[in-house]
Each structure stands twice: as C-alpha cells, then as structure tokens.
C-alpha cells in the first residue's frame, strides 16, 4: 500500500511540475482593440489546447516598440510572436509587398477570399526562409484619412497636406499621387506627432483610430477606403521547432480562430465606430469621390505592374 502512494505522490509531482512556456507576444494597439481580441482568442486557445504547457505574456499598445521593431525581435528571438498590419512587413518579406496595392480589394469579402485563399496562403510560404513564421493573416481594416486642416473629398483636397505614413514604401507612391507629402513613421510616435502639428494628418482603419484615441488629435475623417491593411500572427522557426506536431495543430487552429475573431472585432468596429468618433468631435466625410481617388493611381498602378506583374494584380482582382 505505501509503495502505491509513494508513486502516485511521484506521479502527481511530475506531471504537476510539468514544464511550462511563457510565450510573449506584442501588438501595436490596446488589449480591447482588434489586434487584442485576435491575440487574447490565440493565447486562450493554445493553453486550453496545450493543457497550460503553453500560456502567453501580452505586450499591448506598442510597449515592445514599433511593428518594425518587434517583427525584428522575432526574428532575433526576443519575442516570440507578433499580431502586426502588413506595413512594415514588405521589408522582411518581399513578396508581401504586393497587398499594400491602394484600392486593390473590393471589399472585406473580396480581402478575405483572396487571403484564406490559393494567393494568400501561398504568400504564407515566403516567410520561413527569412526566419519567421506566419500563422494565419488577421485583419487590420480598410484605412481612412484623417487631418486638421480641411474635410477630404477628393485628391485635391489631400494635395499639400503633410501624412503620416507606415514605413512602407508601395502606400507612399500611391500617396504621393494624391499630392500628398508621405511622412512614414512608426506607430507608436503618431498620436505625439498630430498633437504637435508635426504632421496634418494619418490614415488608419476605423478600429485604429478609435483604440488610439486619434480623435482627441484630429478634427476631420474621410472614408477614403484607400487601402486595405492585412494583418499577420507572426511567430518564428525557433518557437515552432520545440512543438510537437500535435502542438503544432493547436497552434494553427488557434491562429484560424483569432483571425476569425479579429474580423469580426474590426466588422464590429466598423459598424459602430463613426458614430462614436463623431460624438467624440470628429466630422466625418461619409461619401468621398472615389473614381477621382482611382483615377489619380494610374501612374502608380503602371509602376506596380511593372514592380509586381500585371498578371499577378489581376489574379487578387479577379478574385470572386
Ligand atoms: O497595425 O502603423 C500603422 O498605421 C498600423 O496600422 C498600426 O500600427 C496598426
């Protein structure tokens, strides 16, 4: 009888004491933000499927830096994931460039299918070879402007103005079409930089500008709709290579069920956010000319096509 206790005791303290990983993950925005709820679904999913061998420390609201920065730091090793928009991406991962493209999805259905599809998952391949790993793509949003001089209908009125933009190279020439003085700088200095009139103005998706409280620093929104902004759960080889494939499984039906989760929080957001930033001050440009926005891309869209293929544009935009 007292050897079967004693290794029951044993047994109960090993698996008790089994080892656990902390795995930390960082995001431009705050906890309740879309990129939040899409890591808070991730991490709540990889410890239940994991059993708690697997839990994850977050680093909201930029805490580790700029998106940059902290896709930099998964590839170094000092964190272990990133929930981060395309912007900065295109500097690691070439091929990604090509999502950037201003007006180039219809709508959030036309996004998601071309993403969860062939051309996306297969843009999910590159990233192995450069040090990382991406998960499944999340979701930022359709961007918008905002500034402090003037309401926004058509390109003109964008002429002059000085934008903050993401470091991202494709978003600057399309910018720059619309007369714009494209000023890339990392997230975490915007909200300083409007408050000080160092730059007019920024362009971010709804949840964005709503989680950052850009209305405390910018009087007019338009929804130019310009751009669609990807989002990525980005880990590393070094963090996959330690799971076991059953682990693995968990890991990516996780990184499926947060970008579910963050689509539906930047929908959610969509519908109730202009309401609240109008409430908040912001006067809200709901129709903007959009054809005079398209129109003035014809330039940019040729060096695209030269930049990324005619053929492959045109496959995303075929997309049904
Ligand atoms: O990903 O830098 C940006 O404007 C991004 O949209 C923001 O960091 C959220």
């Known amino acids: ?25 960082g995001y431009a925005t705050t906890a309740t933000s879309h990129y939040g709820v899409g890591s808070t679904t991730f991490c709540d999913d990889i410890e239940k499927g994991t059993q708690g061998r697997y839990k994850c420390q977050q680093f909201p609201s930029s805490a580790l830096g700029g998106e940059r920065e902290m896709i930099e730091a998964v590839q170094l090793g000092t964190l272990d994931i990133v929930n981060t928009s395309t912007g900065p991406v295109g500097n690691f991962v070439p091929e990604v460039k090509i999502v950037d493209i201003p007006f180039l999805f219809r709508d959030y259905d036309h996004a998601r ?19 990382l790993v991406a998960l499944s793509w999340t979701e930022n949003g359709f961007r918008h402007m905002t500034n402090n001089k003037r309401a926004i209908v058509k390109p003109e009125d964008a002429s002059g103005l000085k934008m903050r933009t993401m470091e991202n190279k494709v978003h600057m020439e399309g910018y720059r079409a619309f007369g714009i003085q494209p000023t890339p700088m990392a997230f975490p200095e915007v909200f300083g930089a409007l408050q000080q009139g160092t730059v007019d103005g920024q362009e971010n998706p ?23 902004s990807p989002a990525l759960l980005i880990t590393s080889p070094r963090v996959m290579n330690k799971l076991s494939d059953a682990d693995k499984k968990v890991f990516y039906e996780a990184a499926k069920h947060a970008s579910a989760a963050q689509r539906k929080k930047v929908n ?51 997309v049904k």
């Open 206 to 228: 709804i949840p964005v500008i709503l989680a950052s409280k850009f209305s405390q620093v910018q009087k007019h929104l338009s929804l130019t709709g310009h751009v669609y």
């Open 113 to 131: 299918k071309v993403l969860d599809g062939p051309i996306g998952q297969d843009l999910l391949t590159k990233f192995p070879s450069k040090g």
């Open 1 to 25: 009888m007292k050897r079967s206790l004693l290794t029951l005791a044993l047994l109960a303290a090993t698996c008790g004491a089994q080892a656990q990983t902390i795995l930390k993950i």
């Open 268 to 318: 959610d957001d969509e519908a109730n956010g202009i309401a609240q930033l109008e409430k908040e001050g912001m006067s809200v440009v709901k129709r903007v000319d959009g054809p005079a926005f398209r129109n003035a891309l014809r330039e940019a869209y040729a060096n695209y096509s030269k930049e990324f293929g005619a053929d492959n544009i045109r496959r995303i935009q075929d």
